[in-house]
């Protein structure tokens, strides 16, 4: 049974940055796909960004075109973490971040993925 743990979070002001980070335990993160979702208060949990498993420098991306040029994932599989980098944070971004595991290396084609972590609430505000 796989656990992700989201870490990194915290209020922050418009135009700032901030590190997300995603731990798994109980499986390695290294040969899966993974990705990163966000949850507005009283809105649906939508897609942000994706790492796969494989391709050059540690796996090919994807990310929602509002994220696109300010937000970066990546993996370190030597410490068996993901992150993501958020630059430019607009007031619009504050939620809680998810981050998630797919059961296979390659990026979802639907984007839906098995397994979850807690979240962990990012809030933007002046």
């Known amino acids: 049974q796989v656990q992700l743990v989201e870490s990194g979070g915290g209020l922050v002001k418009p135009g700032g940055s901030l590190t997300l980070s995603c731990t798994a335990s109980?499986?390695?993160?290294?040969?899966?796909?993974m990705g990163w979702f966000l949850q507005a208060p009283g809105k649906e949990r939508e897609f942000v960004a994706a790492?796969?498993?494989?391709?050059?420098?540690?796996?090919?991306?994807d990310y929602a075109d509002f994220v696109k040029g300010r937000f970066t994932i990546s993996r370190d599989n030597v410490k068996n973490t993901m992150y993501l980098q958020m630059n430019s944070l607009k007031p619009e971004d504050t939620a809680v971040y998810y981050c998630?595991?797919?059961?296979?290396?390659?990026?979802?084609?639907?984007?839906?993925?098995?397994?979850w972590g807690q979240g962990n609430q990012v809030t933007v505000s002046s």
């Open positions: 998630a595991q797919y059961d296979h290396s390659w990026l979802p084609p639907s984007r839906e993925y098995q397994h």
């Open positions: 790492i796969s498993a494989i391709g050059a420098s540690g796996g090919n991306t």
């Open positions: 109980g499986r390695t993160l290294t040969t899966y796909a």
